[in-house]
Every structure is written in structure tokens, then in C-alpha cells.
């Protein structure tokens, strides 16, 4: 039974995978009784990557060079072949003729399939056709692909399976390991940053007694140990705020939460958030440091400050726009709710717009419906959207000349938000009546509200200083500046569906 050559060959149906696993492993068995069992070596002379050799090829050519890297195709001409092997950094073409190699060694080369990992030791050339190309000394199998890779010409198309074998997808798709290596550039470029302004790099708890910090329903375990139930955190937020009362005034975490949440494009249950918080400074101070936190993230990684995302331009070069939430309301949706002074306006009002809420929701609540209705999807550009109404900040400062409000800003662009910040809440005696109307919340059946959270009260009354506290969706981040279509597309590997041989 032939092997499958260069994929599939003229796009021609393949033999069921099963069959070929079955051939792939006589070969193997082959090679240990030759003595040339793949899986006994344990290192190799990766001296290059492909990269290297073709923006080096001018000192390169005519001398040797070693490279490791996957078989992706492969064309046999008698005495002679051509393959191509893809490492880390792209692809490179490999020319075997078998008075180079030895006629051993040529039998054993031809007998090596799609997806086997080569070393390949050579000197570098340019073939008639322009192509740099190495011309092989010799090629010694480092690994045995016993499964076949998805035919060439149409690819790993399938989105479940994509996301399920993700290592298929990056062997198959160099556009998907281009996308995962500026991610881990932008994360890189974000720590750059902080660290020049001198904020300092902490670890929190992922599992907590109390997961609070935010709106969303925690997911919950329990430890034997102490007999005690636990949950996955849902922000970084108040431990970090801790270390803010122990002094340590700049500080920030990368890492994951974890909501019990749905799955949307741009919603998974565990996700990349960056939080910090700065003392001496508030939402403002937030502001300007998201403003060039942005700026310089673009311009590291992609070289410039303007950005396309889905064919849309945005440009991180120019002042971010800064609208209130009642004036973004008033512009869009024509009501200006400074003009309503009660709940049972607000309600009324939403009756009349068709703007479904909750008995529980107050004119805060219902004014933020009307953003999201209303105003969410206009918010392109880079834009600030300020001071929200308390009902729905617990965590955050009111405004002095207008307490209903509070000095919080959400990051817009793309009409996703971003970004969420505030002038951190430091008087505990008003954040303990805060935890009071979260508590009233979720005796209303309102499974997202938080917790009262004694240690953190106890640690606000030891003093905060004055603080500004912010939270970045990474994974948001990463689909603009990739222009990714989903959250998964950014997510190496984002939560499925079991499948029954999976549990």
C-alpha cells in the first residue's frame, strides 16, 4: 500500500487515515529493525531557522548550514528529490540527491513521509527558478508523523476541529502561529511599558473564598483539604487593591479569570486580564496612561499607530475622544437623563423606547440600558465613555458635585469595550453600604452581584491612598491588533464541548 505523496496528489480522494496510520507504522517498525528508531534521539542541530538563511542569504550562500524542521510536501525524481520543511519561523526548500547523501541513506529518505520532523545539514543556493533553497548532505529523521496531515490543497478548513487541534491548525496555517507570536509580542510590549513606569509585576489567587471585583457569576469548586468550597476568581481586582494598602502604590497582574459566562465571538469562560492600580492619581491619570499604553503597544508591535480591523481604520495616533455617559445618551438616543429625576421615570421612558428591564433596575441601571441600546455600536474610534451612575460602579468613587455618578471610564473601540476603570472607592464606611446593595441584589436573584468581602473591608480601613485602577480585556486587545475575527482566533486553545471520547 503506497504512502500518500505531497498530502494528497492532484487533490485525488486519500486513503482513510486509519489505513495510512497502519502503513505509517510498518514504516516505523522498519526503522527500529534497521536500527533507526526516530524516537530514540534526543537532540539535534537546529544551528538556523529558515528565516535566517533567506535574510542572511547573501553571507550565506555556498556555506553550510543545519536546520530542523517538518516535512510539508515532497517530490521524488528519481535520484533526486525536493522537499520543503517548515520550522518556527516559515518554510524552506530542501533539494536531496542521492549521490550526496549516500544510496543508503537515500532509500531511507525516500520512505519518509508528510509531517516527519528532519534534520537537514546542507549549504544554501539559489535554484534556476530564484528559489533559496539548502542542497542536502544529509537528512536524519528526528521524529515518525504516524497520522497524515490534512490534505494540501484544501487544509485544516473546519473550524470545530481548528480550535479542537489546535496543533494541526499551526502545522497546517502559518497566518494562525503568526497571530499566537504577536500576541505573545503584544503581552511582551504591555510588561515593556509598565515596567519603564515603574509598576511592579504580582501574582494574586486564583481560587478565593469570595470572588468579587465585578459583575459575573463565579464558577465554584471545593477543597478537600479544608472542606471548604471555593471559587475561580472573576477579577484581580481586590487583592490587588490590598497591595495598594500594603504600599506597594504601582502595581499590576496579567493572568486569567474565569466567568460562568456563555461563549459568544467575543465572550469565553476563562480569559487574559491585565489589571493595575496606581496610587496618588485617579480615573484621569487612567486615561492618559491608556492613551500611550495603547499608542506604544501598536507602535512596537505592528510599527505604526493606525490599525484595521475588519476593514475599518482606527487611529490610536490621535487624542481619544472623552464623552460622558449622558452626553453619549443624549446624542444618540435623543434623552437626556439628567432631565429625569426618579426611577419611575426612567422606567417609564424605557417602556416607551421598548427597552426591557428588571423591576429591581433604578434610573442608573435603565440610563446604562439605553447606552448599551443605543450608544455601544457608534463607538469606533478610540473613546473614553465617563462617569457612570453608582448603580452599577460598587467599587468606584462617586463625583463629589454629582454623587450619583461615579469617576469610572470605560475604553471603547470597534463598539467593543475595552477597557474599565475607575478612581478607586478607599472610604470603607461608604464601600460596606455598597456590599449592603449588592447583597440586597442578590437576594433579588441577581447571580452576577458581589459579595460582601470582610477582609478587604478591614484592609480599606487600615487607609488607601488615593488610587486609579484599571482592567484590559488582553484577548480583546490581541483580535484589534490582529484583526482576528474571534476570541477564539486569539485563545490557543478556547473552551469546547466535550466530545464523548473526550470525558
Known sequence: MAEEKNGAQNNAPRQNDNELRKVRLDKLQAFREAGRDPFVVTTADQELHTADVVSRFEELEGKDVSLCGRIMSKRPMGKAAFMNIADRDGRMQVYVRRDDVGEEEYAFFKKYDIGDIVEVKGFVFKTQTGEISVHAKSVKLLSKSLLPLPEKYHGLTNVDTRYRQRYVDL????????????RSKIIRAIRKYLDSQDFIEVETPMLVANAGGASARPFETHFNALDEDLRLRISLELYLKRLIVGGMERV????????????????????????????????????????NLYRFVAQEVLGTTKIVYNGVEMDLGKPFERVTMLDAVKKYAGVDFSEIKTDEEAKALAKEKGIEFEARHKKGDILNLFFEEYVEEHLIQPTFLMDHPVEISPLTKRKPENPDYVERFEFFMNGWEMANAYSELNDPLDQRERFKAQEELLKQGDEEANHTDEDFLTALEYG??????????????VMLLTDSAAIRDVLLFPTMKSLPNDK
Open 171 to 182: 502545522i497546517m496555517n502559518p497566518e494562525v502561529k503568526d497571530t499566537f507570536i504577536k
Open 252 to 291: 499590576y497582574e496579567i493572568g486569567r479569570v474565569f466567568r460562568n459566562e456563555g461563549l459568544d465571538t467575543r465572550h469565553n469562560p476563562e480569559f487574559t486580564l491585565m489589571e493595575l492600580y496606581q496610587a496618588y492619581t485617579d480615573y484621569h491619570g487612567m486615561m492618559d496612561l491608556t492613551e
Open 464 to 477: 488607601m491612598a488615593p488610587t486609579g485602577g484599571i482592567g484590559f480585556g488582553i484577548d480583546r486587545m
